[in-house]
């Protein structure tokens, strides 16, 4: 078959296309570090996950054509993506575009995807053979700031502290690579010589707009401050100066990172639509063993942005220094809650901000996911069961909406192989609407320890009175839920609740003995 002048051109672009998709654009910067060589992961022997956040699965197969529906909210107008079944199918369409208004904006070998412009995409449909997915190319955006409860309480530089995480942590996260999806590391940070940079989005060279939020998400990750401070930094720029990417540009560094041998992807960014795209290339790094963690969003909504909604994805909510809730971030099917309110984080030199939001609380899982695996000698699922197993339960009991498995906490984790450890805690007071339509109160404790508990005394001041109760065995790592009738609630009801470790026994934490709350109606 001779290809005509537009066949050729069309060939050219795919050639061109395919060196974008696979490679990225590199704009280094001068001292940028080598590329790391692929390597294989350590493996180690681990029970499947249980936990439906990380129920792997395919995703219901869209119409071939889409072009004749109104875009879903947040698709990018003039744009589709279009996957073939392999990649003759992708050649044979590139050579049937002589005379039509679409234009080859990029491509994605490993996935046979195309990202296609046009003023008219009624053109598409008579190109296709009904093999073919179309899907929309969706805005994403560094969340935003969010509103913050009054009272809520920042962390400051004490964020390591507060998890457990204190002492000597100069080898946390060797061996591991951490890739870093945002706005690029600005030079002149201290780690920045040891971060790996590759850019999909031109970099301005200025801390103007939004260029310090990589930065500050690669310090609490690998910074001196950082959860794992020896741990590599892939950098890839996928957002500009004022915080705006794409979900193909986030698709695209995805399968770079994993392709790099990444351990674990961070995203401190997302989409409000579901871009098909994103999620196969999330299943494909999540298939070669990476684990990819999100930020929920900051807008207080009750649904997670993508790709943290993403069931293979650790969606990450955030937390006050009290370990409540903060209202900006978003709810929903939650993977884990972290430190997220007024994080010390270097942005350069000599610069440190407050930061704040579930951008900052993705970051400390990541950090903690990568520690971990250089401390417990395990891969990077391995790791992450650790941490979401020794998460602390918060709000309703089990995983809820607001604190999905509960609350990071890397101490515990530490403590893993520790015999002898005796930590009960009073974990919530939380309202719930009971079957029967009347408000009760559920009281949580959990054991901390890693030792079994027997026969602790739990009591519970409510303007009813005062209840003695009893955990007469709880194992380590589990919880026990008393329910208590709390009469008429009008608008908040205070809640005081104590637990002792057992008789003759010493609690190694005796902070989290006792909790006052104030609890507002439940609905």
């Not at 607001?402 to 609350?407: E, L, P, Q, R, S």
């Not at 079957?435 to 303007?463: D, F, K, M, W, Y």
């Amino acid at each position: 078959m001779t290809l005509s002048k537009w066949g050729i051109l069309g060939m050219l672009m795919l050639a061109i296309g395919l060196l974008v998709g696979r490679y990225l654009v590199l704009e280094d910067f001068p001292d940028r570090t080598d590329a790391p060589a692929k390597r294989p992961r350590p493996q180690a022997t681990i029970p499947k996950v249980e936990s439906s956040r990380f129920a792997w699965r395919s995703p219901d197969r869209e119409p071939s054509s889409s072009t004749d529906k109104p875009a879903p909210r947040g698709a990018i107008p003039g744009q589709h993506t279009v996957t073939f079944v392999d990649a003759d199918a992708m050649k044979r369409f590139l050579e049937s575009l002589e005379g039509t208004s679409m234009r080859v904006m990029d491509s994605m070998e490993v996935l046979n995807t195309l990202r296609l412009s046009a003023a008219d995409f009624s053109e598409l449909d008579g190109l296709l053979d009904g093999s073919e997915e179309i899907g929309y190319i969706f805005a994403a955006m560094i969340p935003g700031k969010g509103t913050v409860q009054p009272g809520a309480l920042a962390f400051g530089s004490h964020y390591l502290a507060w998890l457990g995480a204190e002492g000597e942590r100069a080898a946390w996260g060797s061996d591991v690579r951490v890739a870093v999806l945002d706005t690029g590391v600005i030079p002149g940070t201290p780690f920045y010589q040891a971060v790996y940079h590759q850019h999909l989005v031109a970099y301005s060279g200025s801390l103007q707009g939004m260029n310090n939020h990589g930065t500050a998400v690669a310090s609490l990750i690998a910074g001196e401050n950082g959860l794992a401070p020896n741990a590599s930094i892939l950098s890839y720029r996928v957002a500009g100066d004022d915080g705006s990417s794409d979900t193909f540009l986030i698709a695209q560094a995805v399968l770079a990172a994993a392709n790099a041998g990444a351990d674990v992807i961070n995203i401190s960014l997302g989409a409000s639509g579901q871009s098909r795209i994103l999620e196969a290339a999330v299943n494909y790094a999540t298939d070669a063993g990476v684990v990819v963690v999100a930020s929920a969003g900051n807008s207080g909504d009750d649904y997670l942005l993508y790709p943290a909604a993403y069931e293979n994805v650790i969606g990450v909510g955030a937390v006050d220094a009290r370990g409540e809730h903060l209202d900006f971030s978003n709810t929903g099917n939650l993977s884990i809650v972290a430190p997220g309110l007024g994080l010390t984080s270097n942005v350069g030199e000599s610069g440190r901000i407050s930061f704040s939001g579930t951008s900052a609380s993705a970051p400390m899982v990541s950090g903690a996911i990568a520690a971990m695996m250089s401390q417990q000698n395990t891969n990077a699922l391995g790791a992450w069961q650790m941490v979401q197993a020794n998460a602390n339960e918060a709000g309703a009991p089990g995983s809820d909406p607001a604190y999905g498995a509960g609350i990071l906490d890397l101490g515990r984790v530490l403590n893993l192989g520790k015999p002898g450890i005796h930590d009960l805690a009073l974990a919530s007071n939380h309202l719930a609407i009971h079957t029967s339509g009347n408000t009760v109160l559920q009281v949580t404790v959990e054991n901390r320890g890693t030792a079994a508990v027997i026969n602790a005394p739990v009591t519970v001041q409510t303007p009813l009175g005062t209840n003695h109760l009893n955990v007469t065995t709880l194992a380590p790592g589990q919880i026990q839920t008393f329910e208590l009738p709390i009469g008429r609630v009008e608008n908040s009801v205070r809640i005081e609740s104590r637990v002792a470790a057992g008789e003759g026994l010493a609690d190694q934490n005796p902070d989290d003995n006792i909790r006052v709350d104030v609890l507002s109606r439940a609905e």
